[in-house]
């Protein structure tokens, strides 16, 4: 089963994520799938925050650092009977493009990789649960590199979202499951 767990920044969308792992999971153990990198001294101290809490929370994560390579990783782990949880695709989806950010065909490069990655998600076998930002709700990002961002992920999320047996958007740290309020046109 796959969950795809989505909302602003700071919704409360990776505490609630970590939550569900919690009922979820056998023997209250996971496999917790960081993707953030820590290019300066903010982002270093956002990701000791986040182990220190996972740590203090009472539930066993073994803790796995991929910031590119998603979907092989995920391959890997499909079948394994461990609960994987993954925070956050928008931010892997970041260093896809900051990786190839110099190409003429970045776009193209990057897709690839988000068809990796769905073809990856909608083959796990387990319990799958993956974290991802709502960034299209805000203003048009004023830069090239801004704007192709903003629409990888709102296609990102979308292309995912259908490979999903439930999707909870997450708004002031209220869950709301939206598959089951999804309406045919």
């Known amino acids: 089963m796959s969950i795809l767990v989505t909302g602003g ?13 919690g009922k979820l999971a056998p023997q209250q153990e996971a496999v917790y799938v960081a993707t ?8 270093k101290a956002r990701i000791a925050l986040h182990r220190q809490q996972r740590e203090e929370g009472g539930f066993r994560w073994e803790t ?19 609960t994987v949880l993954v925070d956050c695709l928008t931010l892997w989806l970041s260093n896809q493009l900051l ?19 769905e073809q990856s998600i909608s083959s796990f076998q387990g319990t799958l649960i993956l974290v991802t930002n709502e960034v299209g709700d805000g203003i048009v990002p004023e830069y090239s590199l801004g704007r192709l961002y903003r629409d990888l992920a709102g296609r990102m999320n979308a292309l995912l979202a259908r490979q999903c047996e439930q999707v909870f958007l ?8 939206l598959k089951s309020r999804e309406y045919l046109l």
């Open 9 to 21: 920044a700071r919704s409360g969308k990776s505490g609630f994520a970590e939550r569900l792992t």
């Open 170 to 177: 997450v708004t002031a740290g209220i869950p709301v499951e």
């Open 36 to 43: 953030g990198q820590a290019f300066d001294e903010e982002m």
């Open 64 to 82: 796995r650092e991929e910031p590119l390579e998603l979907a092989a990783l995920l391959r890997q782990l499909s079948g394994s009977g461990q």
């Open 99 to 117: 990786a190839v950010e110099e190409r003429s065909d970045r776009q193209q490069l990057v897709e690839a990789e988000i068809a990796g990655l």
